[in-house]
C-alpha cells in the first residue's frame, strides 16, 4: 500500500468514525457525501461514481459503510486482481473492519492497523494469513521481498502440506506458524545478497544497508545513481536491503543525492559536519582536503557510518566516479530512516480557498494533513480544520507575514515538513512572494535548500466571479489599494492603466477601519472610463458563514458598504447584468463570441 487510503463516510457517524480511525495513518484522507456528513475534506454527491473514481485512480478505500456498497459499485471495475488497490469496509459502528479486496496488496495490514486503533479484530480471510499467522508475500516494515510473483505458488504449496527451511535471519518468519524443517523442500532466504528467487524459494531483504554519497556541486543524477548501483552489484549485495542514502546537510538540496535515492526507491537524509567528523575515527579513508572543504574529513563513509549506527560495519569503503563517492555501511537490525539524521525539509505555501472545506484542493488538504508543523494566521489555521495529534501548530497575528514566514523557513531548514497556510491562492496577495523574496534577501544558504512547493487555493476573485456569474469572462487584472506596502501614487497609476484598457478590476484590500478614501479615490479613476451604471460585485466572508454577494452600480461604489474580508469586482465596458427568474442578477463579461459566430455566418452568405 503505497498510496494514502481515503476513508468514504456517508453519514455524520461514519465521518466520525473516520476520522477516528484514520488516526493513526497520518496522510490519509476523509471524504463524506455531501449534505449527510459535512466538514470532511472532499465532499461528492454520487458515491458510487466516487468510489469507481478512486478504485480507478489506484487509492486504496475504507468504506465507512455496509459491505454490499463498496461490492455493487465497485464489482462491475473487477479485472485484474494483481492491478486491483487494496478496499476495506468498516462497519458503521466500529465493531468489525473486513479486507474485501487486495488482501495481499496492503488491505490486511489496513484492516490490522485500523482495528489496532478501534481496539477490534480484523476480519481477515486470506489463507496464508489464517493457517500461518503471516502473509508471506505482505512482509513487515523494513523488509521486501525480491520475488513477489512467486509468492501466491509458494504460498499453495504450504497449503497443501509442504515444509519450509529457513536460511538467515529473519526473526518475524521464525515467530510464525510456518511449517519449518531442516529438509524442506522450500526455502525462504534471508539476507543482504543478491538472489535468484524461485516458487521454491522466496527471497527476502532487510533494509540495513546506508549508502552515504558526496559529490561536487552540480553533479549528475545518472553518475551517482550508478556509481551506487555498480558498487552493490559489485560486492553481490541487492538494491532491495538498501535502507536509505545519506549525506552532509550541505547536499540537502543536490539533485544527485536525492536522484540516488529514488533510483533506489529510498529516503535521503543528512547529517551536519560535526555529526560526521565524529565518525573519522572509523573511516577508512580521512582526508584532510575535504576537512578543509566541508568540515569534516569524509563525507561518503562517515554518512554511511552515521547512519548505520554505533556498532554498524563499513562493506564497502569510498568508491570514486568522476565527480562523486559512495560507500556502504551495514547496520545490525533493520534501519528505520526517520530515525536517522534528518529530512532535507520542505516547505508547503498552501492556499485553503476562501474558507469552505469544499472549495479546496485535495492537494492542499493532503499537505496540511502531511505537515509536521503548520504555520499561519490564527484565522487562517482555525479554517484548515483539524490537525494530527504530532502536528505542531504555530500561530501568528494579522500583520505578521514575515515574522511567520521566516519561522516557517527555518523549521523547514532544520528539516520539518512545514505547511505554511494562506487563505485563497498562496501566490496573489499572499505568502508565495513574501517566502521568495526573503530568501533572496537574506542570501540563507539554509534556506536555500528546502524543498519548497506553491498549492493553488481558489482566489478571492474567483470565488466572487462564480458567485456573481462570470465577470471575468474578459481580459481583467487585480490591484491591491493598501498602500501599506506600495505607494499610492503607483496603486493611482495602475488604476488609471486598468481603466484605460477598459479591464474588470478585482480590488483587494480596499478598506480598512483607518484607510477608506483610497477605496473612494479608486471609484473616481473608474468612473472617468466606466458609465455610472458599470455592475460592481461586492463579495464578502467568501465560503465562510455570514457570506454575502451584492451587486451595485459603480456610481453607488463607497467604503461604507465594504470592509477588510470583501473583495469588489468592477465590470468593464462591456460587463452586463442579466435578470435571473428569482429575481436576482447574473453578471458576466461577454468575450465575443456573438460576434465571432455572426462574422462567420457573413462569411459563409
Known amino acids: ?300 563513509e562517515a554518512a554511511a557510518l552515521a547512519a548505520a549506527g554505533d556498532d554498524a560495519m563499513l562493506l564497502i569503503p569510498k568508491t570514486k566516479s568522476a565527480r562523486a563517492t559512495c560507500a556502504i555501511a551495514r547496520a545490525p537490525a533493520v534501519v528505520v530512516p526517520q530515525a536517522v539524521g534528518r529530512g532535507r525539509g520542505s516547505l508547503r505555501i498552501v492556499g485553503l480557498g476562501p474558507g469552505d472545506p469544499a472549495w479546496r484542493a485535495p492537494e492542499a488538504a493532503a499537505a496540511v494533513r502531511a505537515a509536521s508543523d503548520v504555520v499561519g494566521y490564527s484565522l487562517y489555521l482555525d479554517l484548515a480544520g483539524p490537525l494530527g495529534e504530532d502536528t505542531v501548530r504555530h500561530d501568528y497575528a494579522l500583520g505578521e507575514e514575515e515574522t511567520r514566514v521566516r519561522a516557517a523557513l527555518e523549521l523547514a531548514a532544520r528539516g520539518r515538513d512545514v505547511a505554511l497556510v494562506c487563505s485563497g491562492d498562496p501566490g496573489i496577495y499572499a505568502m508565495a512572494a513574501l517566502v521568495f523574496e526573503l530568501i533572496e534577501r537574506t542570501g540563507a544558504p539554509e534556506w536555500r535548500r528546502v524543498e519548497i512547493a506553491v498549492i493553488p487555493g481558489i482566489s478571492a476573485l474567483q470565488a466572487a466571479a462564480a458567485r456573481a456569474g462570470a465577470p471575468l469572462g474578459h481580459d481583467f487584472c487585480a490591484i491591491s489599494l493598501s498602500d501599506l506596502l506600495t505607494p499610492w501614487a503607483t496603486i493611482e497609476r495602475r488604476l488609471r492603466a486598468a481603466a484605460e484598457g477598459d479591464f474588470v478590476v478585482a480590488l483587494y484590500n480596499p478598506v480598512s477601519p483607518r484607510r477608506t478614501r483610497q477605496l473612494e479615490r479608486a471609484r473616481e479613476i473608474l468612473a472617468a472610463r466606466h458609465p455610472a451604471a458599470t455592475p460592481v460585485v461586492l463579495a464578502r466572508n467568501l465560503g465562510r458563514a455570514n457570506e454575502t454577494v451584492e451587486i451595485v452600480e459603480l456610481a453607488e461604489l463607497s467604503a461604507a458598504r465594504v470592509d477588510m474580508l470583501t473583495v469588489v469586482l468592477v465590470g468593464a465596458s462591456t460587463t452586463r447584468r442579466l435578470a435571473r427568474g428569482d429575481g436576482g442578477v447574473w453578471v458576466y463579461t461577454p468575450r465575443g463570441y456573438g460576434a465571432k459566430a455572426a462574422g462567420e455566418s457573413e462569411d459563409v452568405a
Open 1 to 300: 500500500m503505497n498510496r494514502p487510503p481515503v476513508f468514504v463516510a456517508l453519514t455524520r457517524d461514519a465521518l466520525a468514525l473516520a476520522r477516528r480511525a484514520a488516526h493513526d495513518l497520518k496522510d490519509a484522507e476523509v471524504h463524506a457525501l455531501a449534505g449527510r456528513a459535512a466538514g470532511a475534506e472532499v465532499l461528492f454527491t454520487d458515491t458510487g461514481a466516487h468510489l469507481r473514481a478512486l478504485f480507478a485512480a489506484g487509492r486504496p478505500i475504507v468504506g465507512v459503510c455496509a459491505a454490499g456498497v463498496l461490492i455493487r459499485a465497485l464489482g462491475p471495475m473487477l479485472a485484474d486482481k494483481g492491478a486491483e488497490p487494496p478496499v476495506v469496509a468498516l462497519a458503521e459502528n466500529g465493531t468489525a473492519v473486513v479486507p474485501l479486496l487486495g488482501g495481499h496488496r496492503g488491505a490486511n495490514a489496513l484492516a490490522r492497523r485500523i482495528a489496532a486503533t478501534l481496539g477490534i479484530a480484523a476480519a481477515l480471510t486470506t489463507a496464508g494469513d489464517l493457517r500461518f499467522g503471516v502473509a508471506l508475500d505482505e512482509p513487515p516494515a523494513g523488509w521486501r521481498l525480491a520475488n513477489p510473483e512467486h509468492a501466491k505458488e509458494f504460498t499453495a504449496a504450504l497449503l497443501d502440506g509442504a515444509r519450509v527451511r529457513l536460511e538467515g535471519d529473519a526473526p518475524w518468519l521464525a515467530e510464525s506458524d510456518l511449517p519449518w524443517a531442516e529438509d524442506g523442500a522450500l526455502t525462504i532466504c534471508a539476507g543482504v545478497r543478491a538472489r535468484q528467487g524461485t516458487a521454491t524459494a522466496l527471497i527476502y531483504h532487510p533494509a540495513v544497508l546506508c549508502v552515504g554519497i558526496g559529490c561536487e556541486r552540480g553533479a549528475a543524477v545518472d553518475e551517482t545513481a550508478h556509481l551506487v548501483r555498480a558498487s552493490l552489484a559489485a560486492h553481490g549485495l541487492s538494491e532491495a536491503a538498501v535502507a536509505l542514502v545519506a549525506s552532509l546537510d550541505l547536499k540537502a538540496d543536490e539533485a544527485a543525492v536525492h536522484g540516488a535515492g529514488a533510483a533506489l526507491g529510498v529516503p535521503t537524509r543528512f547529517f551536519s559536519a560535526a555529526r560526521l567528523e565524529a565518525e573519522t575515527p572509523r573511516l577508512a579513508s580521512p582526508s584532510e582536503a575535504v576537512y578543509r572543504a566541508v568540515g569534516c574529513h569524509g563525507v561518503a
